[in-house]
C-alpha cells in the first residue's frame, strides 16, 4: 500500500489536542501560526499519503485560522506550492494583492515563500468542520516559471469541468482509497497529478501552448487515460472514439501509447479485464451474474470475455470468483 498514515486526535485529552494539531500541520505543510475558537475542545482527523516528491493530505478540522509570517519565512521555507480544495465548510484566503472567498469545490493555490492567511467557518453562524485535501508541490517540480505561477496565487480555481473535475477526481481517489494502490504506484500517481496541475494552471494563465511538447503530451495522456476510466463500460470505447473526443488523429494516439506498455486497445481490454476481476472477488457482488459483471465493464459477449478473462488469469471467471 502507498506510504500511509492517519492521525485522529479524538483519543487525546480535549487540552491536548490543538498544540498537537499545531506541530503536525508545521511538519507536513510549512511551519505556520495558527488559532482556533476551538482550542479547547478542538477535534480534527489527518491523512497523509506520499507520493514521491509530492505529499497528498486530506484533512478535517473545526474554525481555524492559519497564518503564514515573513517572520516564519525567514526562518523555514521549504519552497513549496499548497493546492487545496476545499471539500466542505466554507473558507478564505490572502496572499499578495489577492483577498478570496472560497467555497466547497475550488482549489486554492498558495506558496510557503510569502506571507498568507487562510481560515475556514470563521464567519459562519454555525460554522460547519472544514475538509480539504492538500497536495504540496516543490517549487522546482512545477515546469511553469515561478512569476507566472504566481498571479494565481489567493486566487479561487475551479475543479468542476474539464482539467480541474479531472484533477480533482484524481486526487480525492487517491485520498479516499489510498489501500487500493502499491507503494510502486507512487511514481505514477504523482506524475499524472503533477500534470494536471500542470495543466490546470496553464489553462488559467493562459499559456498552455508555451509548455515544452514533452508535458503537452503528457498532459494528452493523462487526459485520455482519464477518459478511459471513465468510460469502461462503454461496449463502443476505442481509438476511434478516443481520437475523436480529444480532437487528435489516430497517428497521434497511436504515437502517444507507443512509449508505454501497450497500445491503447490493449490498455482498453487490460482495465476492463481488472474492473471485472475485482468485482467476481467483491463478496458484495456474489449475487450478481459473471455476464452482468461483464457486461457492465463493456463486453458484449460472455464467451469471448470467459475466453480472454482464462488467458490472462488461468481460470474461468466462475472459478476465479469461488477461489477468490
Known sequence: MLATYTVDLS???PAERFDHWAELVAKEVAPNQISSTHA???DAWMRTSSLGALTLTTLRFPSLTTRRTAKLIRRSDPQQYQLALLTSGSGAVEQGQCA???QPGQFTLLTSSRPYEASHGIRAAAPEPAGSVVVVIPHAQLP???DKVSRLLGEPLPSTGGIGSLLAQHLQQISVHPEQYEA???TLLAGIALNLITALLAQELDV???LSGNVQQEVLRTRIDAFIDANLGRPDLG???IAAAHNVSMTTLKRLFRTGESPVAEVIRTRRLQRCRKDLADPGLRDRPVHAIASRWGFRSTAHFS???REEYGMPPNEYRVRH
Do not use: E, K, N, T
Open 11 to 13: 483519543p487525546l485529552p
Open 40 to 42: 479547547h475542545d478542538f
Open 100 to 102: 478570496s472567498a472560497i
Open 144 to 146: 511553469i516559471p515561478h
Open 184 to 186: 510502486s504506484d507512487a
Open 208 to 210: 498552455a501552448d508555451s
Open 239 to 241: 481509438p476511434q472514439m
Open 307 to 309: 475466453r480472454i478473462f
